[in-house]
């Protein structure tokens, strides 16, 4: 090891257990990266560098005993979606710009649990909507990637856009994210990072700050399938304070890892070649193909015939829950108040002052497709599509195991090519959003470089709760694809 | 299609959030935008299809009635944008 940037979240582990490195050191390092890097890369909103010292310090006695859980002294950045008990929690809003959470989000204090140390909060889009972190109320988060000989800024993806950056460059071991619609599996492709949306219910949605409710689910994020497999373990399990937790063991994700694809029934849904997808990320999708069928699995052809109208579902869907969700922010119990002389015009006015463009833009079609007289012609409408939608995977998963599709239609785009169309903006999750509608687990792994340098990466979609095949598989991908490229900017490279 | 100016304030109004006449003018185009993209799920025949209300994953489940939190007013209050000792405060709602 020549860098603390060189251990993997496994790495690390394996070397603070053999006192190889302490978790103190481990911790000044990545703190060091922070304030050296963060300035450009935005990945951070809050950083909590006393706390994360106690906590390495901690961690650090209770090592010396041979004691400790599986994430005892590793440096994680936690997405500020996720309650934390006494450090401020924005959601990338305005509206909570002052929001001190008086309770731990049941994922983080599962992470707590185990030892983790937490170096600050994670940039996003504001309340986790979008795909570019370009709607933060803090700036938007920067890719570390640069395309090949240009200094343009690139988004790193969203919403989980700063914890997508901050893995990436090497600030953190591994990070949290959420994933309504892709918000986990599109900032990992775009950052050649690895990341896991598990099963609606896997992990506990208590204390995370919520979007859709339906279709909210927290994944980690980090540089490899091994790392993330050892943080879901930790972050998974039933909640009794969230009704769609579900009651089932979690397994030793981390030892499915090798269990390979031989046999595995692999499925290529033909819909998802969409129009206008560059040839590159068709020829990436062939290659995955390729790799699996040469490791032993079956390939078949599959269809999932309402694939086009996943996202416009989505967008009723999870705008008509959002309307709902962000009731809560009325300036009066918390969050930032407007004065003004009646209770309705300080509603209006804290709410017109506390949100973006994007949020009020959602919450207002969310409140239209709810309202009288549009309820059944969209948001009826869109459930029973939804229905059709998840039967398509019930319906595929008769045949195959698991599916292969790319996990974006492009690789990140600059910050000023952002669509003036949010539509446009919308078509960016075409292929993560259908398996958020039905539930069932996917992940993204990176899997090559297009032509500019950028990382493009591959997704793995899954049966309910099957995670551990996702992985193995996922664990193919990478071991063929072997990713060792570095971003632009890299807490290893020489300043 | 653009909505119309009217639709969206009932619709800013039913959400409480204040609108400038621009955010308006924007939303109406945007809105609408988005609304004719969201049409096209009217191609699907969804008769008898049971709508989805969430995954149907976790079983509803019991549990005892007891109290497992509270007396915490200290916590609670802790964020309030404006207090008086252990009370929100709001602006005056009957004359
Ligand atoms: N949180 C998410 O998964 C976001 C998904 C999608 N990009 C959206 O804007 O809604």
């Known amino acids: 090891m020549s860098t603390p940037f060189d251990y993997t979240l496994a790495s690390a582990r394996d070397a603070l257990r053999a006192r190889k490195i302490s978790a103190r050191e481990l911790t000044e390092a990545h703190l060091s990266a922070i304030e050296r890097l963060d300035g450009t890369l935005n990945s951070f909103i809050t950083t909590t560098p006393e706390s994360a010292l106690k906590a390495a310090d901690a961690a650090d006695a209770t090592l010396a005993k041979g004691e400790g859980g599986e994430l005892c002294g590793l440096p994680l950045g936690i997405k500020d979606l996720f309650c934390t008990n006494g450090t401020r929690t924005t959601a990338a809003s305005n509206i909570l710009r002052d929001f001190v959470p008086p309770y731990e989000s049941t994922v983080t204090s599962n992470l707590l649990r185990d030892g983790a140390v937490f170096l600050g909060k994670l940039n996003l889009d504001e309340f986790a909507m979008g795909s570019g972190n370009l709607n933060s109320a803090f700036g938007p988060a920067i890719n570390p990637w640069k395309r090949n000989g240009s200094d343009e800024k690139l988004v790193p993806g969203g919403s989980s856009g700063g914890s997508a950056a901050a893995v990436a460059a090497g600030l953190v071991l591994g990070a949290t994210g959420t994933d309504t619609g892709g918000s986990i599996r599109q900032p990992a492709a775009y950052t050649g990072i690895a990341g896991i949306k598990p099963t609606y219910g896997r992990c506990s949605r208590f204390g995370t700050i919520a979007f859709a409710s339906s279709l909210d689910q927290a994944g980690p994020m980090a540089r490899n399938l091994q790392d993330c497999a050892i943080l879901l373990r930790s972050m998974a399990g039933f909640d009794q304070r969230d009704s769609t937790s579900v009651d089932t063991p979690v397994p030793n994700y981390e030892a499915a890892l090798n269990r390979g694809v031989k046999g595995l029934r692999v499925g290529i849904p033909k819909e998802y070649h969409a129009d206008g997808m560059p040839a590159e990320i068709e020829a990436l999708w062939q290659q995955g193909i390729n790799w699996l069928r040469e490791a032993g699995a079956e390939i078949k052809e599959v269809s999932l015939p309402h694939t086009k109208y996943g996202l416009p579902t989505y967008y009723i869907a999870a705008l008509a829950e959002a309307s709902s969700n962000l009731a809560r922010y009325d300036g009066l119990r918390f969050g930032a108040r407007v004065k003004a002389d009646s209770l309705d015009a300080m509603y209006e006015a804290s709410r017109a002052a506390g949100f973006g463009e994007e949020v009020k833009r959602r919450i207002l079609l969310g409140t239209h497709v709810l309202s009288s007289g549009y309820y059944d012609a969209y948001y009826l409408r869109a459930q029973k599509v939804r229905t059709l939608i998840q039967q398509d995977f019930l319906k595929a998963y008769e045949d195959v195991d698991v599916l292969l599709t790319p996990t974006a239609p492009s690789s990140a785009f600059a910050l000023n090519e952002k669509p003036s169309d949010p539509v446009q903006m919308y078509l960016n999750d075409v292929f993560t959003v259908p398996a958020s509608m039905a539930g069932v687990p996917a992940l993204s792994v990176p899997a090559g470089l297009d032509g500019q340098g950028l990382p493009l990466g591959l997704q793995l979609i899954g049966k309910f709760f099957d995670e551990e095949t996702l992985i193995a598989a996922g664990h193919v991908l990478e071991q063929a694809a072997s990713f060792t490229h570095r971003p632009t900017i890299h807490a290893g490279n020489p300043a | ?95």
């Open chain 2, 1 to 95: 299609m653009s909505l119309d100016a009217k639709t969206v304030l009932r619709t800013a109004r039913l959400a409480r959030i204040g609108l400038a006449p621009a955010e308006v003018e924007a939303l109406q185009k945007d809105m609408g935008s988005i609304i004719d993209w969201v049409e096209q799920l009217n191609e699907l025949d969804v008769t008898d299809v049971p709508p989805m209300i969430g995954t149907g994953l976790a079983k509803p489940r019991l549990r005892e009635d007891r109290i497992t939190d509270g007396e915490r007013p200290d916590d609670v209050l802790s964020n309030a944008p404006d207090r008086e000792g252990p009370y929100f405060t709001v602006p005056k709602v009957v004359e």
